[in-house]
T-cell receptor, first 112, second 116 residues
Framework: EAAVTQSPRSKVAVTGGKVTLSCHQTNNHDYMYWYRQDTGHGLRLIHYSYVADSTEKGDIPDGYKASRPSQENFSLILELASLSQTAVYFC???????????FGPGTRLTVL | GDSVTQTEGLVTVTEGLPVMLNCTYQTAYSDVAFFWYVQYLNEAPKLLLRSSTDNKRTEHQGFHATLHKSSSSFHLQKSSVQLSDSALYYCALSDLFSSGSWQLIFGSGTQLTVMP
């Protein structure tokens, strides 16, 4: 089964600090995604990537950057964390169009 | 752009009774695929069902859904729910053309609670 891991699993950050969330997949998938989950909003796409060294903006990219240094790794960066970025963040990957996306276990981020 | 609507945020059903979770969508494109994802408490979402064929019933783990393009719907149903079905359910669609890229568009989710 496809494997997507995320680190850290939970994090407490201070307002204005920098936060980096990491995602690693061992499935040889080209497509990787970052979502945030908030009650009542479901899963919203922040950034995605189709190939290493290239990222694209999703539906809610403001306040977030992404980095795809290799096919296996995809990071989400909050340069100046804010209270409104408290949420659960999921990474996902897939290898084919219209195919299943495999999600990581999530990172619970609390910004104080 | 594309959108997915799940009208019920919370559904409570007694064990052994049927349930239907509503999902409707808007898309300008015909080449699309539809999904139901399930997320158990403190776990990651995972695929439950997938379909891209009009009027074809798709089944998995006792759940079934039929894509009806005429009514733009992909409702999820189960004839007899179990306590273990309590979870958050997401309807989603994907198409290649709306944004020039491929991504899933999720509904806001329906929390299903099964009561004994």
């Amino acid at each position: 089964e496809a494997a997507v891991t995320q680190s850290p699993r939970s994090k407490v950050a201070v307002t204005g600090g920098k936060v980096t969330l990491s995602c690693h997949q061992t499935n040889n998938h080209d497509y990787m995604y970052w979502y945030r989950q908030d009650t009542g909003h479901g899963l919203r796409l922040i950034h995605y990537s189709y190939v290493a060294d290239s990222t694209e903006k999703g539906d809610i990219p403001d306040g977030y950057k992404a980095s795809r240094p290799s096919q296996e790794n995809f990071s989400l960066i909050l340069e100046l964390a804010s209270l409104s970025q408290t949420a659960v963040y999921f990474c996902a990957s897939t290898g084919q169009l219209y195919a299943e996306q495999f999600f990581g276990p999530g990172t619970r981020l609390t910004v104080l | 752009g594309d959108s997915v609507t799940q009208t019920e945020g919370l559904v409570t059903v007694t064990e052994g009774l049927p349930v239907m979770l509503n999902c409707t969508y808007q898309t300008a494109y015909s080449d699309v695929a539809f999904f139901w994802y399930v997320q158990y408490l403190n776990e990651a979402p995972k695929l439950l069902l997938r379909s891209s064929t009009d009027n074809k019933r798709t089944e998995h783990q006792g759940f079934h859904a039929t894509l009806h393009k005429s009514s733009s719907s992909f409702h999820l149903q189960k004839s007899s729910v179990q306590l273990s079905d309590s979870a958050l359910y997401y309807c989603a669609l994907s198409d290649l053309f709306s944004s020039g890229s491929w991504q899933l568009i999720f509904g806001s989710g329906t929390q299903l609670t099964v009561m004994p």
